[in-house]
């Protein structure tokens, strides 16, 4: 798996997830229960992943986006 971003708005995750996912790509959220365990108040963000082979594919949609930025 390659983690793409950490994110702590769960709203903004979603799309994220939806776009990859209208995409034909895998994603998989990660840290999803420590966040709820924290209540959601940010401290731990989530992690967007996908398998390795989607990685380049992933970027690719994210960029066409606007939702990618350079690490």
């Known amino acids: 798996m390659r983690v793409l971003l950490s994110e702590g708005d769960p709203i903004r995750l979603g799309f994220l997830q939806a776009l990859l996912r209208d995409g034909g790509l895998r994603p ?9 365990v ?9 992690r967007l992943a996908v398998p390795e082979e989607e990685e380049l594919a992933a970027i690719r949609i994210l960029r066409e986006a606007g939702e990618w930025t350079e690490r």
Do not use: V
């Not at 924290?38 to 989530?46: H, S």
């Open 28 to 36: 998989l959220l990660l840290d999803a229960h420590i966040s709820a």
């Open 38 to 46: 924290e209540g959601r108040i940010g401290a731990f963000p989530q």
